[in-house]
């Protein structure tokens, strides 16, 4: 039961952590808002492989998801 509150701690903390860094992209890229959910998604993984903006729990939180698992965190955004 514990195993599966920090699973669902950390599932929280992934989105906010992809939120976070939606909304930095968006800063920089206004025309992000109209690039496919898999564009977008690329552009935050390589922020996460870069480590940009990241410590290192969050980089380490991040780190195993994949394009595919993004693109669904951020369809649920």
Avoid: F
Avoid at 9 to 24: C, F, G, P, Q, Y
Avoid at 37 to 55: H, M, P, R, W, Y
Avoid at 67 to 72: F, G, K, M, N, S
């Amino acid at each position: 039961m514990l195993q599966e509150k920090h699973g669902d701690l950390d599932a929280e903390k992934r989105k906010k952590l992809i939120t976070r860094l939606l909304e930095d992209l968006s800063r920089s890229n206004p025309d992000l808002y109209y690039q496919p959910t898999s564009q977008i998604a690329l552009q935050i993984k390589q922020q996460v492989d870069e480590g940009t903006n990241l410590s290192n729990e969050d980089r380490a939180l991040l780190s195993p998801l994949t394009l595919r698992d993004i693109e669904v965190l951020l369809s649920l955004h």
